[in-house]
């Protein structure tokens, strides 16, 4: 079982970075593969990014790929999302996600996190 707790969200004006963590509780989280997802009102919950258990892989949806990255900490058990030039539309509730699998570079979430919004203004 593994629970994550994401922090870092807030408001931000367009052109702005923020930076979210997700933490990670049990010995494990070195053996999961961790990613991002996002959801706006309205829409469906969209694959963000996502980072390999070693941290030597990550991957990146288009609408934000050179924008975002992601890194982790498997000391701290922690995973973060560091999001550059934000645009009005990356506003969302953001959630961590763990899991085993990457398949065709997005993560197939085993655990989630309870999200934290992220509110871009223009």
């Known amino acids: 079982q593994v629970q994550l707790v994401e922090s870092g969200g807030g408001l931000v004006q367009a052109g702005g970075s923020l930076r979210l963590s997700c933490a990670a509780s049990?010995?494990?989280?070195?053996?999961?593969?961790m990613g991002w997802f996002r959801q706006a009102p309205g829409k469906e919950r969209e694959f963000v990014g996502a980072?390999?258990?070693?941290?030597?892989?990550?991957y990146f949806a288009g609408s934000v790929k050179g924008r975002f990255t992601i890194s982790r900490d498997n000391a701290k058990n922690t995973v973060y999302l560091q999001m550059n030039s934000l645009k009005p539309e990356d506003t969302a509730v953001y959630l961590c996600?763990?899991?085993?699998?990457?398949?065709?570079?997005?993560?197939?979430?085993?655990?989630w996190g309870q999200g934290t919004q992220v509110t871009v203004s223009s």
């Open positions: 996600a763990a899991g085993t699998v990457i398949m065709a570079g997005r993560l197939e979430p085993d655990y």
């Open positions: 980072i390999s258990w070693s941290g030597g892989d990550s």
């Open positions: 049990g010995r494990t989280f070195s053996t999961y593969a």
